[in-house]
């Protein structure tokens, strides 16, 4: 069996080599496979968005342990996946739901906000994601290991950022985009081009999960993975928008 490189630190060659031999003769996975977990994943997401949405109109004191109840249960299954990405079956469908409750709760109250905003921030992001998927298809972006390293130590500085901000929050110290002016937009959009570009690293790493032979059992993990860049890219539209709304 031929093993590639990965660019998913979660699929190295001895591990691959090593969940050949785990779960032989359990079938490989595929593009199509993993396609279709990712739409069963995005059913399960929208199925608990549409119901916190719905709760909007009850008040907004209604929607916040949704969104401390979602993004608690949101990191707590990620982590779990990527720690036991065999049994991402599981935890990656628990993902989708609590992630579900924190994007209908948030995108509700930035609704409520910014009129119009959502179906913006949906329509870019399908757009922003079929431009990279295209450039991705005929070559124009690889994952090359120049790439890999630029993206995943550019996504840990943005984690780094946030990780600060909600910190230095606690002590009364804001550092958001949003009050850095049309500085905060250069750094948003930036953002959402990292964010964007992660998607690359996803469709590398189901390609090679594909051509490695791995499991068919992992098609939920490459699945889980490509939801979770596929929603950062959404919020971070959402934000973009709602600061360039502030400046009309």
Do not use: H
């Not at 916040?64 to 949101?74: D, E, F, K, L």
């Amino acid at each position: 069996m031929n093993f590639e490189k990965t660019s998913n630190p979660a699929f190295s060659e001895s591990r691959l080599r090593k969940l050949a031999g785990d779960f032989a003769g359990t079938g490989q996975m595929t593009v199509a496979g993993a396609a279709t977990k990712t739409l069963l994943l995005f059913g399960l997401l929208i199925l608990t968005a549409s119901i916190t949405w719905k709760m909007a109109g009850v008040g907004s004191s209604a929607l916040m342990p949704c969104i401390i109840g979602g993004a608690i249960g949101a990191v707590i299954m990620a982590i779990v996946a990527c720690v036991k990405p065999d049994k991402a079956y599981i935890f990656g469908p628990l993902y989708a739901l609590c992630e579900g409750l924190l994007i209908g709760a948030v995108s509700a109250m930035y609704a409520a906000a910014y009129e119009g905003i959502i179906t913006s921030a949906l329509f870019l992001t399908l757009a922003v994601s079929g431009v990279v998927f295209l450039c991705y298809r005929f070559g124009l972006l690889r994952a090359s290991n120049t790439f890999v390293k630029v993206i995943t130590f550019a996504t840990l500085g943005i984690a780094a950022f946030y990780l600060l901000s909600f910190i230095l929050g606690f002590f009364g110290i804001n550092i958001t985009v949003f009050n850095m002016g049309a500085f905060g937009i250069v750094i948003q959009l930036i953002i959402v081009g990292v964010a964007a570009l992660n998607l690359v690293l996803d469709f590398n790493n189901i390609e090679n999960g594909a051509a490695n032979g791995v499991p068919a059992q992992f098609e939920w993990y490459y699945a889980f993975g490509l939801m979770v860049t596929l929603v950062w890219i959404y919020m971070e539209i959402l934000r973009l928008l709602a600061i360039l709304s502030r400046r009309d």
